[in-house]
């Protein structure tokens, strides 16, 4: 791996933590499970760049692409968690529209 390539990595795996440290904000402010979810895979994501970075040949190292997969398949479980399975235990209240004070 080159010099600059091994940079960008670098600096995508610093995105990527920084995206997961963005996301675990927002999880101690709501505490939604969501967040949680995507803080746990955009880690994933970071560790897996670093560990590209730090083995020399990424053709015998097949299992980070296995995490790497691993994190996509929990940001489509997070999504498909929000908007259709936590769905089920709400009641729809109406929202009381705005009223204009005289």
């Not at 560990?51 to 299992?63: I, P, R, T, Y």
């Not at 980070?64 to 908007?83: P, Q, S, T």
């Not at 399975?85 to 705005?98: D, H, K, L």
Request: hydrophobic share 60%; aromatic share 16%.
């Amino acid at each position: 791996m080159s010099l600059m390539n091994a940079f960008l990595s670098g600096a995508i795996a610093m995105g990527y933590v920084a995206a997961s440290l963005f996301f675990l904000k927002f999880y101690f402010r709501t505490a939604d499970r969501l967040f949680a979810i995507f803080c746990a895979a955009f880690w994933l994501l970071g560790a897996t760049r670093i560990l590209l970075v730090a083995s020399h040949d990424a053709s015998e190292n097949h299992w980070i692409f296995i995490l790497r997969l691993v994190a996509y398949l929990l940001i489509l479980g997070a999504i498909l968690d929000k908007n259709f399975f936590a769905q089920r235990g709400r009641i729809f209240t109406p929202q009381p529209e705005n009223e204009v004070l005289p």
